[in-house]
């Protein structure tokens, strides 16, 4: 069974004081790892597709990487407006059955005071 | 493009009655999905759809039921709704990319409350 675990559940920083989120998977083969934002009362915004050990993506002050058992989302300098929940998944490398067949964690939510 | 669109936006319904919610969306992609999103739980999905009259359950499939007659139309039926069918429920598209990963893009989501 897929598992996702993200880390930790709620983070509070102050503005401009880097971090990291971590997101533990345990996967029979690994298709990718995505990474989402979700604001209170709407759904998840894509933010990054990771498809291998070692990979990593940037935008703004958000960057992602991937080891064969976990992700991290680390923040530079974040601004309050980063603030936001954090969610993880992983789709299985499952032959044509895992389209369309995501595990999310239950996120990590991060609070950015000024 | 519209994206994903989800109607209602929010819903009361009484334990035993039944109702749909709509999902649609405009990019032509061939996978649809049904997710839900209690406290503490993040999202789980319900059931999905690679195509055109093709559906198959997910982790929580009891209590709903999906078709799937066009691209655009995913609807969720929950048939005789239970307090414990009270959350949000997101649907999501995507495609097939060339690496075998499919980036899934959500709707705004339902907002469910089952008395």
């Known amino acids: 069974e897929d598992q996702v675990t993200q880390s930790p559940e709620a983070l509070r920083l102050q503005e401009g004081e880097s971090s990291s989120l971590n997101c533990s998977y345990t996967v029979s083969g690994l298709r990718g790892l995505f990474w989402y934002r979700q604001d209170p009362g709407k759904g998840p915004e894509f933010l990054f597709t990771?498809?291998?050990a070692g990979e990593e993506k940037e935008k703004e002050r958000l960057k992602a990487t991937l080891t064969k058992k976990e992700s991290f989302l680390h923040i530079t300098a974040p601004k309050p407006e980063d603030s936001a929940t954090y969610l993880c998944a992983v789709q299985a490398d499952a032959g044509g059955t895992s389209y369309g067949k995501l595990t999310f964690g239950q996120g990590t939510i991060l609070t950015v005071h000024p | 493009n519209a994206g994903v669109t989800q109607t209602p936006k929010f819903q009361v319904l009484k334990t035993g009655q039944s109702m749909t919610l709509q999902c649609a969306q405009d990019m032509n992609h061939e996978y649809m999905s049904w997710y839900r999103q209690d406290p503490g739980m993040g999202l789980r999905l319900i059931h999905y759809?690679?195509?055109?009259?093709?559906?198959d359950q997910g982790e929580v499939p009891n209590g709903y039921n999906v078709s799937r007659s066009t691209t655009e139309d995913f609807p969720l039926r929950l048939l005789s709704a239970a307090p414990s069918q009270t959350s949000v429920y997101f649907c999501?598209?995507?495609?097939?990319?060339?690496?075998?990963?499919?980036?899934?893009?959500f709707g705004p989501g339902t907002r469910l409350t089952v008395l």
């Open positions: 999501a598209s995507s495609y097939p990319s060339g690496s075998g990963a499919d980036t899934q893009y």
């Open positions: 990771l498809y291998s």
């Open positions: 759809s690679v195509g055109a009259g093709i559906t």
